[in-house]
């Protein structure tokens, strides 16, 4: 699309959007009666006003139904890990039956890694990207020692090549070809939380598997923000959290895919409990795990209803808008901020846009490297109202989220960055 730097014009492509009262449905936040321009919903999603109504109807069958409400809530509270599942199938490419609603996403990524890094004297490496997200690192590097190995020998990372922001798909593929005899994991970010890089999926997980080893993805930043097919692509785990994209409130319950063709392979190790032994069984009490087939076999806890219920009421608006028509909003959207970015005539002097500049390569996140005085530039946006994010050491994040940031949002955020600047 041609773009133009106006207001008109932003407010023209809002008129003609077929999502925006979307926006109606969710809780701006503000000051003294001023909406604060929020841009940040890669770090946590608005609230849905649903999310009043379900909370209270399972406070109202708890005060009302005690332990009962398991069986009688209006929702049971025995299946509710199940209500979730056909959204989450359509959010991240999957069956229902891949999917689950459980734990948070660090935890769960340690328990997919239980099961899907079983080093061996010849196949130990890990695979990922350089710069992960610390809770990523830390758990790929725990997993590693309790293996009784050392991180320095099974991780590699890939950093970008000299000058350049984000990783060529094709370095990826070599590396995991030129490891491919060591190799047991190779695990990515669907899109990297730092430079707003969409890794390919597809590509990666076919070399990986044409290498022997397991792909999973953390898809932290790409849940309820691209299209990901997991199953087409037979990625073989992947894990999300709840309250970036999903806005589902503030450490609310993550998700995990497990790739049907696992479903009841009895070589991957698990770290079990009851939620996830047999569900006609599960009450007996019995010793020995047996596993539900699928997914579900990795639940340990019972689920956490209070945080599931602003989990459902997000998804309900997911269900309504449809990721096809968020992403398609989502691509114009950040397009248009691109361009109002690169109209500004300081531009080259003070920042550099090291999101990929292919729509297909990065999600609604233009990451922003400030070249000087980026955290006093930072802090005059936050004056003027704008809650966008700062990661260390000098990248402003800016997230408009097509679920309910408008065109007329993008273009006074560029307007306020802009002034900023001089
Ligand atoms: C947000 C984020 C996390 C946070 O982990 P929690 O277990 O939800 O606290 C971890 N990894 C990535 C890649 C993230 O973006």
Redesign the pocket.
């Given at each position: 699309m041609n773009f133009e730097n106006s207001l008109s014009f932003a407010k023209g492509l809002d008129k003609k959007d077929p999502l925006r009262k979307f926006k109606s449905e969710f809780h701006h936040p503000g000051k003294s009666g001023k909406r604060f321009l929020y841009l940040c919903g890669n770090s946590l999603g608005l609230q849905p006003k649903s999310v009043k109504k379900f909370l209270s109807e399972e406070l109202d069958d708890w005060a009302k139904l005690g332990v009962e409400a398991h069986f009688h809530a209006k929702r049971p509270w025995l299946y509710y890990h199940k209500f979730s599942k056909k959204a989450l199938a359509g959010i991240v490419g999957a069956k229902p039956s891949e999917v689950i609603a459980m734990n948070?996403?660090?935890?769960n990524l340690h328990l997919m890694m239980t099961s899907f890094y079983q080093p061996t004297k010849q196949r130990f490496k890990i695979i990922t990207e350089a710069g992960?997200?610390s809770?990523?690192q830390y758990a790929f590097e725990s997993q590693i020692k309790l293996h009784n190995l050392n991180p320095d020998d099974a991780l590699i990372e890939l950093k970008p090549q000299n000058g350049e922001y984000y990783l060529r798909t094709e370095d990826i593929l070599t590396a995991i070809k030129k490891h491919s005899r060591e190799l047991s994991l190779v695990i990515f970010?669907g899109v990297q939380?730092y430079s707003g890089q969409f890794f390919d999926i597809k590509k990666i997980t076919a070399a990986t598997h044409q290498a022997g080893a397991y792909a999973g993805f953390?898809l932290?930043?790409a849940a309820g923000n691209i299209i990901v097919d997991l199953h087409k692509n037979e990625v073989d785990f992947a894990v999300w959290?709840g309250y970036?994209y999903l806005n589902s409130g503030p450490g609310s319950v993550?998700g995990a895919f497990v790739h049907e063709h696992h479903s009841n392979n009895p070589d991957l190790l698990r770290l079990a409990g009851w939620w996830g032994h047999q569900e006609k069984e599960r009450f007996k009490m019995k010793k020995g795990f047996i596993p539900m087939p699928g997914v579900d076999g990795w639940q340990v806890s019972n689920f956490p209803v209070l945080s599931g219920a602003a989990h459902m009421a997000s998804l309900g608006l997911f269900e309504k808008a449809g990721m096809k028509s968020l992403r398609k909003k989502s691509i114009l959207l950040t397009g248009f901020l691109e361009f109002l970015l690169s109209d500004i005539v300081l531009f080259h002097d003070y920042f550099t846009i090291i999101t990929p500049e292919n729509p297909d390569e990065r999600g609604c996140q233009l990451s922003l490297l400030m070249k000087k005085n980026g955290k006093k530039i930072f802090d005059r946006i936050t004056k003027a109202g704008v809650i966008a994010d700062w990661r260390e050491p000098d990248v402003i994040r800016v997230a408009p989220v097509p679920m309910y940031n408008s065109f007329e949002e993008v273009f006074r955020f560029a307007e306020i960055f802009k002034k900023a600047l001089e």
């Open positions: 948070q996403l660090t935890v992960a997200f809770s990523d970010g939380y953390d932290a930043h959290c970036k993550a």
